[in-house]
């Protein structure tokens, strides 16, 4: 039998974002478990962004993501190209000067099998457009090793032309004229041209984002489900009760009950189907009768979620989730973070939280990789990294 830890088919070592926002010049090393805190402002959401956007270039989505949050001026890094040391100390005025690097928004990553970064700028003054908010993109680069180097790279994009490397070494050009809208990930992910392409984009495109479960009397997370398999709880959760079932039959059956157990003492959880629709039953110690998930509290149907989330049948290779402690009482925390820690060991996991709950038993866990976000200058800083002590990363040139 297969190790859940050897499901994990490549952890994302090290994260790097350069003028997205406040996140100037960031590099983020990762683990199997990674909790990022800090206060208000000092940057998560725009990491978690970062991540998504990242995730849209497998999407083909990545620029009209860009454009809808007001083009690339909108997320850019507003503060000045280099800050001097008298502008630190207070003794002149922030202020911008002659720019010495072109304009440009970059996302990477380093994995335990390729390498990838994305290089976003200006489009061109000519030809004229209307879709002018719209980024293109200048460079893409797969690479082998953590570190970039001509040597290492498999497939390669400069503007609307990309070449991959050949079993011989020797360069053949796959696309001549790719749109600067169009990732390479997206449009040339090719088993047999370009394998590492195909390869990273469907690795990415397993990537699941948890936000803020909707839990309101309109919720469709309320309402029973069409009883088909679901081996994949939806964003919105609106197929929960068939991702229980599913878990039942085809997941880990015994862990579902444990982690109902250990946040609701002698509670059990059951399916019920009904007219082709499934829906779930709450049971617990001192009830006549089930409560249907109409009828439970927002945190209950919250936490039954998470846990229908972490107990997934078909782990991804990486999940995101920000600020699961939303709308959760206290006593929720503990059982929780005992649920993400099982979880970490079949997927990588990035938690962001405000909740001391559920960040004191995470931070206790020997995986857990745990990142403080502060600001420094409006720029988001990592607290326990000193920049010499960062992972080095060079960006691909255009």
Known sequence: ?????????????????????????????????????GANGSGKSNLYKALRLLSDTALGTATSSIAAEGGLDSVLWAGPETLSRGMKKGQVPVQGGPRQKPIQLQLGFVRDDFSYAIDFGLPEPVPRTMFGKDPVIKREAIWFGEHYHPSRVMVDRRGPVVRARQESGAWQVIEHHLHSFDSMLMRLADPRMAPEALHLRESIRSWRFYDHFRTDRLSPVREPHVATRTPVLSHDGSDFAAAWQTINEIGDELALAEAVDDAFPGAVVTVEESGGRFALLFHQPGLLRPLNQAELSDGTLRYLLWIAALLTPRPPELMVLNEPETSLHPDLLPPLARLMARCSESTQLWVTSHAPGLIRPLQDEPNCQHIRLSKEFSESRLQDYPDLDLPLWKWPGR
């Open 1 to 37: 039998m297969v190790s859940p830890i050897e499901k994990v088919w490549a952890l994302i070592r090290l994260l790097a974002v350069s003028n997205y926002r406040s996140l100037k010049e960031t590099r983020l090393p990762l683990g199997r478990l990674n909790l990022i805190t």
